[in-house]
């Protein structure tokens, strides 16, 4: 068993040689630290967000990437007041208060205090997660999505176990697994999958949905996968408070055996580790001893993208994966989850069988189109899904009618904060179209909301168009292509990638 790492590991506290060794005159390598009294020593560096690295998590890493069988026995001593401190100061500063009524500036007002308090509960055993506050918040189809407000100290503390366990995870996730990871996006997600499909022999695309999934994770499956790694039990207990600490629904108080509480800073992790030992590591191994043809796979989070080059494999697979959720209590999405004729080959093969365009799907918020270049060669296509933009653009439409009356300065200002933040995401190759149309239309509801504040208006489209180009940034593509990204992010291109 290990406590970080022990001090007795050669690769942790054998001496570097000098160069030039022998030589008489050539000093010796400062020696590197050992595992213990980690906790006490300086973080390595702190950036201007005060966020830092900790040389004890440094080690914890090392450890989980040298010693892949064993478990950590004792974690809980990185739970410093460094490590809170650094996990409060990146909470949201304006965020909801949950049942404790606590804001980010109350607790800062007596910081200090309050982390030291908070420590010695958390170090003696004597720490209570309390309730989430349960709320709900409109989806796009009418239903209610349940999202959960963290007391602020649940925050902290789960922020920082987060850290610790990260550490340790970041060495066991495989690499097309993107969801919430540090040095992941979303972009990188897309570029896999976009590199898979134009690069690989890829002929069909499984776009899997798994139903509910955050509300059906197995609690107890989910303690025995930590336990995995985690042989500290007191980590283990601190993830059990925040499983067991139920939800406030409008002053009822509630408990369940099944989730993990949505808007929890610790569910993503909870949610990777889950997903790891339940599909990551099967599918990989599926695309191993199983797979003929070439194999390709993407997971963000619960979303679930495969390609393959047979479609005998994809529907192999596909049963598969039903049965292999079942024995942890997911199920599929049979109306969401399909298989569609998709890639490089799809068009020219269905026009030799009669049939149309190639379907579509959607990942990430974009819809994918097997396309052309200009030079008739396959070329993937990214669109922005149509239901995102009028969305968001509904959201324009209610803002601008509650401030019909300020001024064009400040409506100028929060319309050019809300295309500039569109535009970061969207505006990838292939989409400028939707870039345009999106810019069009705020311009079109902008100049509705100027007209209607008087009777005589004279808001002509040619003044708009002055307004506009003053105020809202112009359509451009800001992200590359993706696979000169993915080329630079995974210089030796794996299929794990």
């Known amino acids: 068993m290990m406590n970080g790492l022990e001090k007795s590991d050669p690769a942790i506290v054998a001496m570097k040689p000098a160069n030039k060794a022998g030589r008489p005159a050539v000093e010796w390598v400062e020696p590197r630290a050992g595992a213990e009294g980690n906790t006490g020593q300086s973080h390595t560096r702190r950036t201007q967000s005060r966020s830092s690295v900790s040389q004890g998590l440094d080690r914890v890493r090392q450890a989980a990437r040298l010693r892949s069988k064993e478990k950590f026995t004792a974690l809980l001593h990185h739970v410093t007041i460094d490590l809170l401190r650094d996990a409060f100061l990146v909470l949201k500063r304006r965020a909801a208060p949950g049942v404790d009524g606590l804001t980010w500036q109350d607790y800062e007002a007596d910081l200090e205090g309050n982390l030291q308090a908070l420590h010695n509960r958390v170090q ?221 080959l799809a068009a020219s093969n269905r026009k030799r069988r009669g049939l149309g365009k190639p379907e579509t799907f959607t990942f990430l918020g974009f819809i994918f189109i097997c396309g052309k270049s200009r030079r008739g060669a396959f070329l993937l296509q990214r669109k922005t899904r149509g239901d995102r933009m009028r969305a968001k653009l509904q959201e324009v439409k209610k803002r601008l009618r509650k401030h019909m009356h300020d001024t064009i300065p400040e409506q100028g200002r929060w319309l050019k904060a809300v295309v500039t933040g569109y535009f970061a995401y969207h505006a990838v190759p292939t989409n400028s179209r939707a870039l345009g149309a999106f810019r069009y239309h705020v311009m079109e509801l902008w100049r509705r909301a100027l007209r209607r504040r008087s009777q005589k208006d004279g808001m002509t489209w040619e003044r708009m168009t002055k307004i506009a180009a003053d105020w809202l940034p112009p359509p451009r593509i800001q992200h590359p292509w993706p696979d000169k990204r993915f080329a630079v992010k995974h210089p030796r291109w794996e299929p794990s990638a």
Not at 135 to 161: M, W
Not at 182 to 202: E, F, K, N, Y
Not at 275 to 289: G, I, K, P, S
């Open 124 to 344: 003696r055993g004597t720490y209570r997660a309390q309730p989430v506050k349960r709320r709900f918040i409109p989806k796009q189809d009418g239903s209610k999505r349940p999202l959960g407000v963290t007391a602020l100290e649940d925050k902290i503390v789960q922020r920082t176990v987060a850290m610790v366990l990260t550490a340790i995870y970041e060495e066991e996730f495989l690499g097309f697994s993107y969801g919430f990871r540090p040095g992941r996006s979303q972009h990188d997600a897309l570029d896999a999958l976009s590199v898979g499909i134009g690069t690989a022999r890829v002929n069909w695309i499984l776009d899997a949905d798994i139903r509910s999934f955050f509300d059906k994770i197995d609690q107890s499956w989910l303690i025995r996968f930590l336990e995995h790694r985690i042989g500290d039990g007191r980590i283990i207990r601190l993830v059990r408070k925040w499983l067991k600490a139920g939800v406030l629904d409008e002053g009822v108080w509630s408990i369940s055996e099944t989730g993990t509480p949505q808007g929890a800073v610790i569910s993503p992790l909870l949610a990777n580790v889950f997903l790891h030992y339940v599909f990551d590591l099967w599918a990989a191994q599926w695309r191993r001893r199983e797979a003929k043809g070439k194999m390709i796979i993407v997971r963000y989070a619960d979303d679930i993208v495969a390609g393959f080059e047979v479609e005998a494999e994809a529907r192999r697979f596909w049963d598969a994966m039903r049965t292999r959720f079942g024995q942890f209590a997911l199920e599929l999405h049979e109306d969401k989850t399909r298989l569609l004729e998709f890639g490089r």
